[in-house]
């Protein structure tokens, strides 16, 4: 019988044992992998509950803004208010008195609307006309240029970019 090398032929446990190391890596790695999807599983829920909390915030936050969003323009013109009602409260008010208080309290509103963002659109004769802040009533023969406006009958009020009331104006007619 020939003599080999004994690490060179495994013997028969450890042939055994190296059989069997395939099936418990693969059981290492299989709880491995369960402990990581179960890891993973709990950052997904949590991932979950965050979004559904920011989202109830979100509406929340989106609720309050509805409910209290004219309580900052109310407040600007509980003085206008205040105007109005001590003007009437005067007995024996004369004509002169009665304007001085209307035009004192006219400019009351008209801070009180510019302060909340409310700008009035009342363009000048001559001016372009323009369909996205003014709407014309009539059209008129004049020398100006065509759709260029003529007169304005009432102003025209915008918040912001958007358009509360265009402004209602005579145009000129096209030649």
Same mark, same amino acid.
Not at 46 to 54: E, F, K, L, P, Y
Not at 130 to 149: F, G, L, M, R
């Given at each position: 019988?020939?003599?080999g090398?004994?690490?060179?032929?495994?013997s028969t446990?450890?042939?055994?044992?190296?059989?069997?190391?395939?099936?418990a890596d693969?059981?290492?790695?299989?709880?491995?992998l369960?402990a990581?999807?179960?890891?993973?599983?709990?950052?997904y829920?949590r991932?979950?509950?965050?979004?559904q909390?920011a989202r109830?915030?979100?509406?929340?936050e989106i609720?309050?803004a509805?409910?209290?969003?004219? &309580? #900052?323009f109310?407040?600007? *013109?509980?003085?206008v208010?205040?105007? /109005? +009602?001590?003007?009437?409260a =005067?007995?024996?008010?004369?004509?002169?008195?009665m304007? &001085? #208080?209307?035009?004192?309290? *006219?400019?009351?509103l008209?801070?009180? /609307? +510019?302060?909340?963002?409310? =700008?009035?659109?009342a363009?000048?004769a001559?001016?372009?006309?323009?369909?996205?802040h003014?709407?014309a009533i009539?059209?008129?023969?004049?020398e100006?240029?065509p759709?260029?406006?003529?007169?304005?009958l009432?102003?025209?009020?915008?918040?912001?970019?958007?358009?509360l009331?265009?402004?209602?104006v005579?145009?000129?007619a096209p030649k």
């Amino acid at each position: 019988m020939p003599q080999g090398n004994p690490a060179e032929e495994p013997s028969t446990a450890a042939e055994a044992a190296q059989s069997l190391d395939p099936l418990a890596d693969a059981q290492a790695e299989l709880a491995n992998l369960k402990a990581q999807n179960a890891d993973l599983a709990d950052q997904y829920l949590r991932a979950q509950a965050d979004v559904q909390n920011a989202r109830r915030r979100a509406d929340d936050e989106i609720a309050k803004a509805r409910k209290f969003a004219v &309580e #900052g323009f109310a407040d600007s *013109l509980l003085p206008v208010l205040d105007s /109005l +009602e001590a003007g009437l409260a =005067i007995p024996n008010v004369t004509l002169e008195q009665m304007r &001085e #208080g209307s035009e004192a309290t *006219l400019r009351q509103l008209k801070s009180a /609307l +510019e302060r909340n963002k409310v =700008i009035e659109i009342a363009p000048a004769a001559g001016t372009k006309f323009d369909p996205h802040h003014h709407q014309a009533i009539s059209v008129v023969p004049a020398e100006q240029e065509p759709n260029t406006v003529v007169t304005v009958l009432q102003k025209g009020y915008q918040i912001a970019d958007r358009v509360l009331r265009p402004a209602l104006v005579t145009v000129t007619a096209p030649k």
